[in-house]
């Protein structure tokens, strides 16, 4: 069964819903609705890698997620922490976040494999190539599957030498991230070749500009959420262990149709 993170930024400028919780309370609160909405994870973050995004000082970023953790946690949400600073891991881990999502693959601070090992989360490391203001320079690949596979290949090597164990590690090919629209579209729809790496994976397409190449001209960033869905479904028809959405209904439902086609029936 396909897991679905549900995303939670607590961003005053996450570019889709930043901004709307000012309140510890109203975040927390939030969370809880996506958990029960069907969210297995409800991954928090604190800073936000839209491009062109301006890097948050981990204090900070800490003073954001933290209390929100802590009151998720304590309301019996399964939480995941979406940070690429170690002391941020460490502070979430601590608090009770069960997972550590890095978009920077450990590449962004040099004691995150450290921490992972320390606190045997559940890493999901990304694929990544730099911080968000020089991401568009850097989408340059000979072929963005086989380069992507080969880069992450290298980061898992470089975590076991740190002590990260294999069974912890979730893999993902960072849609978006130094990626052009077709890069996006061919690593899904070659994501056998990322599977090959024994590792489960994990997609984050929701609301990703891309979308907006199968959606009629002008469509508001809302209306990614029907492509959002149909990409969880194929991704769980690929095999992927988990999606990472904004609108957790309609990915639930996606989700439900490919169960009720596999088996024949609907719960
Ligand atoms: N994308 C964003 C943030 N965190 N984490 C993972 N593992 N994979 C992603 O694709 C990913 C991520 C950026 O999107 P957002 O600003 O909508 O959260």
Known sequence: MTQVFAILNVTPDSFSDGGQFDSVDEAVARGIELARQGADFVDVGG????????????????????????????????????????????????????????????????????????????????????????????????????????????????????GVEREQVVLDPGLGFAKHAEHNWQLLGRIDELATLGHPLLIGASRKRFLGGVLPEGAATADRDLPTAVVSAFAAQAGVWAVRVHDVPSTRTALGVVDAWREGRSR
Request: overall charge negative.
């Open 47 to 162: 800073e936000s890698t839209r491009p062109g995004a301006e890097r948050v000082d981990p204090a900070e970023e800490q003073e954001r997620v933290i209390p929100v953790i802590r009151g998720l946690v304590a309301a019996g949400v399964t939480v995941s922490i979406d940070t690429m600073n170690s002391a941020t891991a460490l502070a979430a881990a601590e608090a009770g976040a069960s997972v550590i999502n890095d978009v920077s693959g450990g590449l962004a601070d040099p004691d995150m494999y450290r921490v992972v090992a320390q606190t045997k989360r559940l890493y999901i490391a990304m694929h990544w190539r730099g911080h968000s203001t020089d991401m568009d320079s850097l989408a340059v690949y000979d072929d963005v599957v086989t380069d992507v596979r080969t880069e992450l290949k290298a980061r898992l090597a470089e975590m076991f030498v740190w």
